[in-house]
């Protein structure tokens, strides 16, 4: 059971416009950044989004984060092929037992 | 370019110790928080561990607490994962990590295996 929930799956056609969304509570999303990793099959994780809605030098534009109260988004737009893969969300949880690093269970995304 | 090598997984009997390295290059190592991170075989990706730049200030998480010790050598630009009391759940991929942008890791290495079975 992770901290932060997001959807097992996803899926699209190429073109279209997926969200993928992070839910957490005022302990997580709701006072620390959220970030989203893309992982492609067989390889190390890849930093997408940092600060909410950054993105890191190289990451296309069609890759958007967005944040609102306890829930995070991830956008992807002109969906690929090459965007299947699986996508976790993470952010820091001010926990009474010690600050942690949160990660969600992941959301595997499918492109038809 | 970031670089990070992790070395030292393999595998290894239910009680026993593993020490794992990873060797940092492209940015300046003793700048930084590090963290380790792990993936159990299908799973998702699990925080294990984290130090300050200067090693000051470390974190664990609870499944980890008491069995781990995370450290860092400024000087040879290296973290390091010293795990005892190894059980079969902690069989996984174990990454490490630098916090370059911000509050959380960014680049990852490739990551070293640890699987524990008898």
């Known amino acids: 059971q992770s901290v932060l929930t997001q959807p097992p799956s996803a899926s699209g056609t190429p073109g279209q416009r997926v969200t993928i969304s992070c839910s957490g509570s005022s302990s997580n999303i709701g006072s620390n950044y959220v970030y989203w990793y893309q992982q492609l099959p067989g390889t190390a994780p890849k930093l997408l989004i940092y600060r909410n809605n950054q993105r890191p030098s190289g990451v296309p534009d069609r890759f958007s984060g967005s944040k609102s109260g306890t829930s995070a988004s991830l956008a992807i737009s002109g969906l690929r092929s090459e965007d299947e893969a699986d996508y976790y969300c993470?952010?820091?949880?001010?926990?009474?037992?010690?600050?942690?690093?949160?990660f969600g269970g992941g959301t595997k995304l499918t492109v038809l | 370019q970031v670089q990070l090598v992790e070395s030292g997984g393999g595998l290894v009997k239910p009680g026993g110790s593993l020490r794992l390295s990873c060797a940092a290059s492209?940015?300046?190592?003793?700048?930084?928080?590090m963290s380790w991170i792990r993936q159990a075989p299908g799973k998702g990706l699990e925080w294990v561990s984290y130090i300050s730049s200067s090693g000051s200030t470390i974190y664990y998480a609870d499944s980890v607490k008491g069995r781990f010790t995370i450290s860092r050598d400024n000087a040879k630009n290296s973290l390091y994962l010293q795990m005892n009391s190894l059980r079969a759940e902690d069989t996984a991929v174990y990454y490490c990590a630098p916090h370059l942008l911000g509050a959380l890791p960014d680049y990852w290495g490739q990551g070293t295996l640890v699987t524990v079975s008898s």
């Open positions: 993470a952010a820091w949880d001010d926990s009474l037992s010690g600050p942690y690093v949160v």
């Open positions: 492209g940015f300046t190592f003793s700048d930084y928080y």
